[in-house]
């Protein structure tokens, strides 16, 4: 059974940062591309970051580039994601999801957790 | 970057189908997949590809594509359908979902 496990949310405050975690389970976690993707309080999905299965070619939204960065560790079936400079805007849950099928052409998420709630406020 | 445009809100009467619609320049060079959220829970996927049906999904459930027209069609809505749909496609740049479209259930 597929088990994706998210932890490291909290309160942060404005410019902070934080670190978020996705411990993995039931697949070959090397072999599928993996992401972020965030739904701040009673709005939509966006997506915010995806890395390869071998971590060499990441992705991100423009809304964070240069500001978080997605990396993972195949060694502890464990994706992370960075986030510095955090704003009131980043305030949402932040879900890890699986990629069922390669970056390219059309991946699609077919596996997510549950989600952790990261709220960013003074 | 391009967007993924959905309606806000459908209503389909109990037993009848549905059509959920997104657009966008994006779908006319890849597949979209479409993602079901219930209240206080995480999104599942219900299609994706040309026209794919993960495990436990329903066959109720369908998906087609015209031009930058991606479409979610469910035959023979039930109560449990009630939820938020969203569509998701590749863009140029990354990855981007619609804004969600709310389904009620009459």
């Known amino acids: 059974e597929v088990q994706l496990v998210e932890s490291g949310g909290g309160l942060v405050q404005p410019g902070g940062s934080l670190r978020l975690s996705c411990a993995a389970s039931g697949f070959t976690f090397s072999s599928y591309a993996m992401s972020w993707v965030r739904q701040a309080p009673g709005k939509g999905l966006e997506w915010v970051s995806a890395?390869?299965?071998?971590?060499?070619?990441?992705y991100y939204a423009d809304s964070v580039k240069g500001r978080f960065t997605i990396s993972r560790d195949n060694s502890k079936n464990t994706l992370y994601l960075q986030m510095n400079s955090l704003r009131a805007e980043d305030t949402a849950v932040y879900y890890c999801?699986?990629?069922?099928?390669?970056?390219?052409?059309?991946?699609?998420?077919?596996?997510w957790g549950q989600g952790t709630l990261v709220t960013v406020s003074s | 970057s391009s967007e993924l445009t959905q309606d806000p809100a459908v209503s389909v009467a109990l037993g009848q189908t549905v059509r959920i619609t997104c657009q966008g320049d994006?779908?006319?060079?890849?597949?979209a997949s479409w993602y079901q959220q219930k209240p206080g829970q995480a999104p599942v996927l219900v299609i994706y590809g040309k026209n794919n049906r993960p495990s436990g999904i329903p066959d109720r459930f369908s998906g087609s594509s015209s031009g930058n027209t991606a479409s979610l069609t469910i035959t023979g809505a039930q109560a449990e359908d009630e939820a938020d749909y969203y569509c998701?496609?590749?863009?140029?740049?990354?990855?981007?979902f619609g804004g969600g479209t709310k389904l009620t259930v009459l």
């Open positions: 999801a699986k990629v069922g099928s390669g970056w390219y052409p059309s991946p699609y998420f077919d596996y």
């Open positions: 890395i390869s299965g071998s971590g060499g070619s990441t």
């Open positions: 994006s779908l006319r060079s890849y597949y």
């Open positions: 998701n496609s590749r863009d140029s740049s990354g990855n981007q």
